[in-house]
């Protein structure tokens, strides 16, 4: 598959873009990575791996491509060196509109003038982000889900001025990685499936936060009627509990309407640090979740 650009660098090393950044240099990608944190590259890759291994998830870039493609990640805390002559920026940094704000800002200032800029945000559409990067006809939003895991889907929507050739381009880049891309005609929070997806996990939450079932129930149903290796809680965990809430928090800040603030009890669980995947508990205890348990989905069998 042909490559529209040579460089790609990602903005934030954490579950997303440090997927991001391996699927690039997967494909031949020069890719860099940028984090405020020290070794966060370095870090959330041995979660990711650690991650899949417990779940026995047969990764889509093969085991033995691992330590090749994050060798040829270049990870960095400077922007400057990271942003220096690139082509394409994925930015994928914590849920918060202020600090993306500020962040395509400073890619604007420092990028050169053909820099793409794109936002892996799960519910900011890129019309929020774009006049502080100071060039609204080059960004766009491209939204990954959990690549790895096998969903190699991506929506790809403009912002109020994307020039068509610059979609054109992040569909090829997406293409080139072997994702599917989902163009997205006009804006819509959630893009294509996300806003699908968010439905289902706002009544999850609800019915939890709400104590009408035990949200093992739901992902057990949901499981038994879709095939699906996970239930939208065992995926939530992996997402991270403060980006689910965060997400939830865009739509209720849009719509004002109380059945879309996320629940107490999530917020409960976050004030705790249990955050998921990434600190070890959140719904489920990690690295070992009772949901991988062969009887999970029929407990009494154990009995
Ligand atoms: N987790 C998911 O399943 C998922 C799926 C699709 C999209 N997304 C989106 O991807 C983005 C990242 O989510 P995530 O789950 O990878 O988050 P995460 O918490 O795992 O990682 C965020 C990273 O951003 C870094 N960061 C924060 N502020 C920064 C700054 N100013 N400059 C540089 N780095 C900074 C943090 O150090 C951290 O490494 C969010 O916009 C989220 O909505 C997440």
Not at 43 to 59: N, Q, R, S, V, Y
Not at 136 to 148: D, W
Not at 277 to 287: I, M, N
Request: hydrophobic letters at 40%; charged letters at 25%; glycine letters at 8%.
């Amino acid at each position: 598959m042909s490559k529209p650009f040579e460089s790609v660098t990602v903005v934030g090393a954490g579950i997303l873009g440090t997927q991001i950044a391996m699927f690039a240099a997967h494909a031949g990608y020069c890719v860099k990575i940028y984090d405020t944190r020290n070794g966060a590259f370095e870090e959330t890759f041995a979660k990711l791996h650690d991650d899949l291994k417990a779940k026995g998830i047969t990764p889509v870039i093969p085991w033995e491509r691992w330590q090749g493609c994050k060798e040829a990640v270049v990870f960095t805390t400077d922007l400057e060196e990271a942003l220096k002559d690139v082509d394409f920026v994925v930015e994928a940094v914590t849920e918060d509109i202020e600090v993306k704000r500020e962040l395509f800002k400073k890619m604007g200032q420092t990028s050169p003038a053909k820099t793409i800029f794109a936002t892996n945000s799960s519910s900011i559409p890129v019309s929020r982000l774009e006049e502080s990067s100071g060039r609204p006809a080059q960004c766009l939003n491209t939204h990954f889900y959990m690549p790895l895991q096998g969903i190699i889907m991506a929506d790809l929507m403009g912002g109020t001025q994307t020039l068509p050739e610059i979609l054109d381009k992040g569909e090829e880049w997406l293409r080139s990685m072997g994702f599917i891309p989902l163009r997205v005609k006009k804006e819509i929070l959630g893009f294509c499936f996300n806003s699908v997806w968010r439905s289902i996990k706002k009544q999850s939450l609800y019915m939890w936060g709400n104590d009408f079932v035990d949200f093992r129930d739901i992902d057990r149903a949901f499981r038994i009627f879709t095939g699906a290796q996970w239930g939208p809680f065992g995926m939530m965990d992996t997402v991270g509990l403060d980006t689910v809430a965060n997400i939830e928090m865009v739509y209720f800040d849009k719509s004002k309407d109380p059945q879309d603030k996320p629940p107490e009890r999530l917020l409960e669980k976050i004030r705790k640090g249990e955050l998921g995947v990434k600190t070890g508990k959140g719904f489920y205890a990690y690295p070992d979740p009772e949901y991988l348990d062969p009887d999970f989905l029929n407990p009494e069998k154990k009995k």
